[in-house]
């Protein structure tokens, strides 16, 4: 193919070298990094002289990758991660059963522990909580299981009983029902936040009989038969924060079940069947998210905010259903002076209510409005001339044009950062003298669809 003959191969055989001398080894990177390893180990261990204590704190200070390339220098620094550790999180599989007594006998310390599971997978059952609450039981604080749909309210019931010293719990996805959240209120009584999702065995339990004496924050996310919390809800004294969200069933009763002087300051209802009724119910509200609940109109949020005069906090999405505007707002303006945040979505609002919000809520520092059709030039005037405390804004989907956004150059003079997003009416040039005007000072955030641009000042 046109390719030479290959030559003969000839072996050629090479003497053995001499050793090299003293002054080559010296020289020699391959002895040099030798004797640097040799030099190093004759060093001493300048932590062999720390307490345990002192670093077992050092170790507290390490990330979790750190903290596992250090476990494997020594014993005792193995020793030290292991006692110094105080969170700890499991694959909840059903095969952690044989490996969880090794584990749990090596960070005996833990106070946080989480136990998931993927969803398609099985989970371990009770025997393992039993075993949770054998080696960690009355020094575990904080509880977070996920996906366990092996485990009973029995089990349950068994680690409740030995963490007595709980403090946070926060179900999600688990088969147990209603005795096993009972069962936890009794024994820990040193409760303070608690937070069930997608409880499976509520369907089929009887309502909890019991409340939480140092409860403070209650979460209730896409529950059926969430009703049955109604005991805890209505009878914690302590119970500061209340979230229900996508939860089945008419809940006006149990917002009207809340007793007048409740600590509740903080509620959020999301996709619920409320009404005017529940919410014209609550009083002394600090902070409300209301979102998509379409029954509620201006009659339930005036009601609410002439109860509620230090409000200071205020979302809602009016899901287009404009149930809520102007009227609601203007009593909001009247009666809750302290408002220092509004965001409202979905809500059609004119410069009526906002010349009120402007005059009558002097520290109103955060403002975003969202798919407002009637948020135009007219209402962006009158935040930038009168919001004097504004210092964020945030404009999405509303009617604005560069002739408004102009009026922001001159006016809150505390204003630090814009976002503007899908306002067709706006420009890159306008954005661009937004920020001019401040001499780099303000942030300003601007997109239109199909086109993003981020302007940010220093």
């Not at 303070?192 to 009887?206: D, F, P, Q, T």
């Not at 609940?293 to 404009?322: F, Y």
Request: with cysteine; proline share 5%.
């Amino acid at each position: 193919m046109g390719q030479c003959p290959s030559a003969p191969r000839r072996h050629h055989h090479r003497k053995p070298s001499p050793p090299p001398s003293p002054t080559a080894q010296a020289t020699s990177p391959r002895f040099s990094d030798a004797a640097a390893a040799e030099d190093a180990a004759a060093e001493p261990d300048y932590t062999a002289d720390l307490p345990e204590e002192l670093l077992a704190v050092v170790f507290g200070l390490l990330g979790s990758g750190d903290r596992k390339l250090c476990s494997l220098v020594c014993r005792r620094w193995l020793a030290a991660e292991a006692t110094s550790r105080l969170r700890l999180a499991l694959d909840a599989r059903a095969p952690l059963l044989a490996a969880a007594p090794g584990i749990l006998e090596r960070f005996s310390a833990v106070s946080k522990l989480a136990l998931k599971c993927d969803r398609r997978a099985e989970s371990v059952g009770d025997p393992a909580l039993v075993l949770v609450a054998h080696r960690l039981g009355p020094g575990l604080r904080r509880l977070k299981l996920r996906s366990l749909r092996a485990v009973t309210d029995d089990g349950v019931d068994a680690l409740a009983s030995a963490a007595i010293n709980l403090r946070k719990l926060s179900v999600g996805s688990c088969a147990f029902g209603a005795k096993g959240i009972e069962a936890v209120l009794r024994s820990c009584t040193q409760l303070e936040e608690l937070s069930v999702k997608r409880l499976r065995g509520l369907a089929n339990s009887e309502p909890i009989a019991v409340s939480g004496p140092r409860l403070q924050s209650l979460s209730m996310k896409e529950l059926y038969n969430g009703q049955h919390f109604s005991c805890l809800i209505t009878h914690s004294p302590n119970l500061k924060t209340l979230k229900i969200i996508r939860c089945s069933g008419d809940w006006d009763p149990v917002l009207q079940a809340i007793p007048k002087d409740a600590m509740l300051s903080e509620l959020h209802l999301e996709k619920l069947q409320v009404s005017d009724l529940g919410v014209a119910a609550l009083c002394g509200l600090e902070v409300l998210y209301l979102a998509k609940a379409p029954e509620v109109t201006d009659v339930g949020l005036a009601a609410l905010a002439t109860k509620s005069p230090l409000l200071r906090k205020l979302h809602v999405d009016g899901w287009k259903a404009n149930r809520i505007g102007d009227r609601g707002l203007a009593t909001v303006a009247q009666k809750c002076s302290a408002l220092q945040e509004l965001v409202l979505i979905g809500v059609n609002l004119t410069s009526a209510s906002l010349e009120l919000i402007a005059a009558n809520c002097p520290a109103l520092e955060r403002l975003a409005l969202c798919g407002s059709d009637t948020f135009g030039d007219a209402e962006i005037s009158c935040v930038a001339t009168k919001c004097a405390s504004l210092r964020k804004l945030c404009i999405k989907a509303c009617p604005v044009s560069d002739a408004g956004m102009d009026k922001l150059a001159a006016g809150c003079p505390r204003l630090v950062k814009v976002k503007v997003k899908k306002c067709r009416g706006v420009t890159f040039e306008c954005a661009e003298r937004l920020r001019a005007s401040r001499h780099g000072a303000l942030a300003v955030n601007f997109d239109t669809p199909g086109r993003r641009w981020r302007v940010a000042g220093c």
